[in-house]
């Protein structure tokens, strides 16, 4: 027992160590503003839409876990471990065993909840072409959705949406800031 | 002359082909853009000129009022050679004289003293005016002079023209003097669209706008918070179709600038982006993913019935029609990243057309079929010129983040984003290379133009 109990913990002081995300980490840069959009007069608007990161008892982003545990060896702050985010490399949309290690996570957490859904929001750097980094985005959204069903999520629970290079989450035009942008966020609701 | 595809060259680009060999020596090209002044909002500057500007006169329009009216004021209320001016000389093909180097302020022929003007070595002069008829609407009268020749080359007179009309007659009579004096027809009279984003206090505001292709007049047609892409002229100028988020995906909609029509057009599974609208104004092409990754489908807007005209695992986007209506040229990663195909719509044929570097994308064909232009990626992000007559490929800028590549309807500028200093602004080129300018709004990045077309055709 001690030896798993060591083992254990060495395995979560090497995620965190490997882990980029700080404690505490702000959720201004992924929150989305609420949406409205104001057309000319006579023109009926669309409805709202307000993106929705962390309601009853699902992950909240800045990755304060509400307590559930799939079984004995997890513990409460697992979830800071794992930001919902999955990151690419430049012009890729695979998965490696790190990011593939996330999905499972997720994945595994969904399935514990039966109700849970999930919207996965594909996102890209800002080079290369608005439209093409739409599609790209979308792939990448789609890589993840896939390893989930590969998991046991089942596909209706799992939505899919791309903004391509329209919301980075971090400003500026440096390789810090492109690998940031470059990314699935994982929205449980 | 090599290796012409004649799959799209008909009679009139063959004409077209062969007038522009005539005038490769002026290197002319229209556009007037942007003017820098306090009333717009968006500001202009000139980074490069040309060398071999031809000095013009522009003589101030004389002001007249109808003897049976009280003067509402006692000048223009706007003032037509200055707009005309700067729309020649942004062109960077001409130089008029400032007001100050004019020796007389001529309105009328018999009161043109021809020695005079050519005593300043220029050949041409234009002098006007402009008559107030009372209740905010104006006659105009314009003469084009050719001082060598001692003759009046243009005169035209437009009648009963309202007072927010009347910029649009400044741009109307600088395209005339453009035609006459390049033999191509003039852009200044044309809109251009394009997205702005400012950011305050964390959130992000996008608009969606319209302006005279000068700059002034910018006109919001949609105000969101959640992103706008890719819009897209209908060809009689008067509707915009657009990528909108604010339902939280992307959705096109059509919308006209009249304010009263807007629709979602296409909100299918997954995305729906890069709308194009067909020559004959009918249909919309548009990249859907809806059968499981993002292909090419036309749209017919009368019945919303739609075809699919490619069908890969791959990204087949950004379709731009040819000018004839029967093919579609489209940015596809198919052979590992992206490059453009042309797609033939009677036979379904796909061609590869950019072999030039590994990265070629958001294609746009010039109006007369003759130069595609891309986004080429290699060392950056540049605005790409291939010539389809020639298959002579040229790299047009050499700033590091440039996309978005629009032609003027003329097809002799291409207006563009570009990223400087981390922001986005809006750039010209000349088909040439030579010329650029820029535009920029404050406080916010400039996005996604696109360049309307010929008004009043």
Redesign the interface.
Same mark, same amino acid.
């Given at each position: 027992m001690n030896h798993l109990k060591s083992l254990f913990t060495l395995a979560i002081l090497a995620s965190l160590t490997a882990c980029s995300s700080a404690p505490g980490r702000s959720t201004g840069d992924l929150s989305d503003p609420e949406v409205g959009s104001d057309t000319a007069p006579g023109i009926k608007g669309d409805a709202m839409s307000v993106e929705v990161l962390s309601a009853n008892g699902g992950l909240s982003t800045d990755g304060s876990s509400m307590g559930q545990s799939l079984d004995g060896m997890k513990m409460v702050d697992i979830a800071e471990l794992h930001e919902p985010i999955i990151y690419f490399g430049y012009n890729q949309y695979e998965l490696d065993d790190k990011t593939t290690e996330i999905v499972k996570f997720y994945a595994q957490e969904m399935m514990a909840i039966p109700n849970q859904k999930v919207v996965l929001k594909g996102h890209t750097d800002e080079r290369g072409t608005p439209e093409y980094n739409l599609a790209l985005g979308e792939k990448r959204a789609k890589v993840v959705a896939q390893a989930m069903m590969l998991f046991g999520v089942s596909e209706s629970r799992i939505d899919i949406v791309s903004f391509g290079e329209e919301q980075p989450a971090v400003a500026g035009s440096n390789e810090n800031a492109w690998q940031k942008n470059r990314r699935v966020e994982l929205i449980i609701n | 002359m090599t290796s012409v595809n004649f799959k799209f060259v008909t009679f009139f680009q063959r004409i077209a082909q062969i007038r522009r060999l005539l005038l490769l020596s002026f290197t002319a090209f229209s556009m007037s853009l942007f003017a820098a002044s306090a009333m717009a909002e968006l500001t202009i500057e000139i980074s490069e000129g040309y060398d071999n500007a031809i000095p013009i006169a522009i003589v101030p329009f004389g002001y007249e009022v109808q003897s049976s009216m009280a003067p509402a004021s006692s000048q223009s209320p706007v003032d037509l050679a200055q707009i005309i001016a700067a729309d020649l000389r942004r062109s960077g093909r001409f130089s008029p004289l400032s007001k100050s180097q004019l020796p007389a302020l001529p309105t009328e022929v018999d009161t043109l003293d021809y020695s005079q003007w050519r005593a300043l070595d220029l050949d041409n002069l234009l002098m006007g005016k402009i008559i107030d008829e009372g209740n905010g609407f104006y006659q105009i009268e314009m003469r084009f002079m050719d001082v060598l020749r001692k003759n009046q080359v243009i005169g035209k007179r437009w009648n009963h023209i309202p007072r927010s009309n009347l910029r649009q007659i400044a741009h109307q009579m600088s395209d005339l003097i453009y035609k006459e004096l390049t033999g191509v027809r003039g852009a200044f009279n044309t809109q251009i669209s394009y997205v702005t984003l400012r950011k305050s206090e964390? !959130?992000?505001h996008y608009t969606l706008e319209v302006a005279d292709s000068d700059g002034f007049n910018p006109q919001p $047609?949609? !105000? =969101?918070?959640? /992103?706008i892409? =890719?819009p897209s002229w209908s060809p009689d100028g008067k509707k915009l179709a657009y990528v %909108?988020?604010?339902?939280?995906? %992307?959705q096109i909609f059509v919308?006209s600038l009249d +304010? &009263?029509y807007?629709e979602?057009i296409a909100k299918f599974k +997954? $995305?729906n982006?890069?709308p194009a609208w067909s020559p004959d104004g009918t249909k919309l092409a548009m990249?859907l =993913?809806k059968g499981g =990754? @993002?292909d090419i489908y036309i749209m017919e807007l009368k019945t919303g019935k739609l075809q699919q005209l490619t069908r890969k695992y791959s990204?087949e986007?950004?379709a731009a029609w040819a000018a004839n209506g029967q093919s579609l040229f489209f940015?596809s990663?198919r052979r590992g &990243? /992206?490059q453009v195909f042309q797609v033939f719509l009677d036979t379904g044929e796909i061609n590869r057309v950019t072999y030039d570097g590994n990265?070629n @994308?958001?294609p746009e064909i010039s109006p007369d079929g003759r130069y595609l232009s891309v986004?080429h990626?290699k060392d950056g992000?540049h605005i790409g010129l291939l010539d389809l007559y020639t298959n002579e490929f040229r790299v047009l800028t050499d700033t590091?983040?440039d996309? %978005?590549p629009t032609f003027s309807p003329n097809g002799e500028m291409i207006l563009y984003a570009m990223?400087r200093n +981390?922001k986005g602004q809006l750039a010209v080129v000349a088909i040439d290379g030579k010329t650029s300018q820029t535009l920029k709004v404050k406080d916010g990045e400039v996005?996604?133009p696109a360049w309307g077309p010929y008004l009043n055709h």
């Open positions: - | 964390g !959130k992000r $047609i949609l !105000k =969101s918070n959640q /992103p892409m =890719s %909108s988020f604010e339902n939280g995906r %992307s919308q +304010g &009263k807007r979602n +997954g $995305i982006g890069a990249t =993913s =990754s @993002a990204i986007t950004e940015n990663d &990243k /992206p990265y @994308a958001n986004v990626g992000f590091f983040l996309e %978005s990223n +981390g996005r996604e």
